[in-house]
């Protein structure tokens, strides 16, 4: 097995010492033979101890993406069989498996790699160069996996169209890797009709990472008014619905991404139930506000404000100027459903925020849930980024309408 070899430099490759799987740049002390991009590398210590190996690119800060902490494996089929068996496994294991995740990168130990399963159809994303050599491979044996259970696979749909292409030195890809199919794929999530447009959608086109907060809500909502911000094709708002809210307006800035959320509401007879409004909820927030406006539930889920540390301070005025607005629309009593999809937003950060959110706007928070993402989207210890979705279900109170019940006499009551 000729591969080569990248030395770290002494006292470094901390990442990797604490279960990570990622070398920086900086790191490197020395390599040696073939280190093109691309290629299947070992990583040794300062003192020559074997780390493991990976794929190396020379684009990227990342220098290397560590597969296997063995220098001696072959990548090759039975690899990804190993690994992809394993994630389905845990999968069938953690959530409800007729839409989901079922390989998510790193915190799968496949890098650069992620899987989504919608019903009968996947959709592949490649984000690392050296992942790109394997992307026909690991679908094929992802079908096999799936057949194995009696699972067969209608299509399949690349989605490897984020930014993150040009930095690894890859080309933007938006195509079928199977024959051409219908790409707006029928699913049932939490027992609510969708069609997710896995062309145009966002991400693989849809957000399976909040299907559990989203039952949440649904379990929450029965017999609420609720005010759903940044709807996108109306996911929240319509577990809202199948609750048993009594009405929900549902708002995003997208007249596509409402279209879409019309059509799903549609599905699921809930038209009536379900008020849909295209504005910028930045806008509407304080227009709500000034005409008095109250809801049982708000519920915020906004697209990351920061995708880098150097934006979060900024990205902090951002998240703490909405949940101002989304507290002071919510009833003494009521309930805001709140959250980050920034990795960059720490817990820490996004509870601190909350605290600031609610001194300023003069209520009183208590916490009812904290969530992460779903199972399916396992958070990896070691890697910080793949901890990224705070989810807070908080009752706010406002504390001069308490004082103004508890000052009323009973016959004023």
């Not at 039975?78 to 999968?91: G, I």
């Not at 169209?161 to 030195?169: F, L, P, V, W």
């Not at 907060?213 to 911000?229: F, P, W, Y």
């Not at 519920?299 to 900024?314: C, E, G, Y």
């Amino acid at each position: 097995m000729d591969r080569g070899i990248i030395t770290l430099k002494k006292g470094e490759g901390r990442t990797l010492k604490a279960g990570g799987l990622w070398v920086y740049d900086n790191e490197i002390a020395s390599m040696e033979g073939c280190t093109e991009d691309g290629a299947i590398v070992s990583v040794h210590d300062f003192d020559e101890y074997p780390m493991g190996c990976g794929f190396i690119n020379s684009r990227s800060k990342i220098r290397v993406r560590l597969l296997s902490r063995s220098e001696n494996v072959n990548i090759d089929r039975e690899f990804f069989r190993r690994r992809l068996e394993a994630a389905w496994d845990y999968r069938k294991k953690t959530v409800d498996i007729s839409s989901c995740r079922i390989v998510f990168g790193e915190a799968d130990l496949l890098p650069g790699l992620v899987i989504d399963k919608y019903s009968d159809v996947l959709v592949i994303q490649i984000s690392a160069l050296g992942m790109e050599q394997f992307k026909l491979m690991a679908v094929q044996v992802m079908k096999e996996v799936l057949l194995a259970d009696g699972i067969c696979v209608r299509g399949i749909f690349e989605r490897s169209d984020g930014k993150y292409r040009k930095q690894e030195g890859l080309p933007v890809v938006k195509d079928f890797i199977t024959d051409p199919f219908d790409t707006m794929v029928p699913i049932c999530e939490n027992g609510v009709q969708m069609l997710v447009d896995v062309k145009n959608g966002q991400k693989t086109g849809y957000f399976l990472d909040q299907k559990y907060n989203r039952l949440a809500i649904q379990e929450l909502s029965k017999g609420m008014t609720v005010l759903d911000c940044f709807t996108h094709t109306g996911s929240f708002a319509l577990n809202a619905a199948k609750g048993g809210a009594a009405h929900v307006t549902a708002v995003d800035a997208s007249a596509l991404a409402i279209s879409q959320a019309q059509k799903n509401a549609g599905l699921n007879e809930f038209e009536d139930i379900i008020d849909f409004r295209t504005a910028d909820v930045l806008d509407l927030l304080p227009e709500l506000e000034r005409e008095g406006r109250k809801y049982d539930l708000v519920i915020l889920d906004p697209p990351a404000f920061t995708k880098s540390r150097n934006s979060v301070k900024h990205a902090m005025k951002g998240y703490r100027d909405i949940n101002i607005r989304g507290m002071k629309l919510v009833k003494n009593g009521g309930f805001l459903a709140t959250c980050s999809c920034s990795s960059f937003m720490t817990y820490e950060l996004f509870t601190r925020m909350l605290h600031q959110a609610a001194s300023s706007a003069h209520r009183i928070i208590r916490q009812v849930q904290y969530r992460t993402q779903s199972p399916d989207h396992p958070i990896l210890w070691s890697a910080d980024e793949s901890y990224y979705l705070k989810f807070y279900i908080l009752q706010i109170t406002d504390p001069f309408q308490i004082r103004k019940e508890d000052s009323m006499t009973g016959e004023d009551r």
